[in-house]
């Protein structure tokens, strides 16, 4: 069985920072792409970040310049430092790891459960 925990979610004020932090357990054999995705109310989910096992990155337009991500393949950890939030930045968060849980599967996607980020003005 394998789990994405995330934390790091919570009020700010606009302008300033949060740092989401997602680990994955369990049955696990490798971890490929780690990434972060959000959601507003009434949207439709959308990626914010993502990072290859080899640290290659890739952003959305609306967080380059403001949202670093990074990881630790030893921690199986992936995190999201956001700066200058915005009240659109406003959403649940999900973590998203593709994940293969032994040498003889194939890779499957694995979602944390979400943490939510508020941004007031």
């Known amino acids: 069985q394998v789990q994405l925990v995330e934390s790091g979610g919570g009020l700010v004020q606009a302008g300033g920072s949060l740092r989401l932090s997602c680990t994955a357990s369990g049955n696990i054999f490798s971890i490929n792409n780690m990434g972060w995705y959000r959601q507003a109310p009434g949207k439709q989910r959308e990626l914010v970040a993502a990072?290859?096992?080899?640290?290659?990155?890739n952003y959305a337009g609306s967080a380059k310049g403001r949202f670093t991500i990074s990881r630790d393949n030893a921690k199986n950890t992936v995190w999201l430092q956001m700066n200058s939030l915005e009240p659109e930045d406003t959403a649940v968060y999900y973590c998203?790891?593709?994940?293969?849980?032994?040498?003889?599967?194939?890779?499957?996607?694995?979602w944390g459960q979400g943490t939510q980020v508020t941004v007031s003005s």
């Open positions: 990072i290859t096992k080899g640290g290659i990155t």
């Open positions: 998203n790891a593709r994940i293969r849980a032994t040498w003889l599967q194939n890779e499957y996607d694995y």
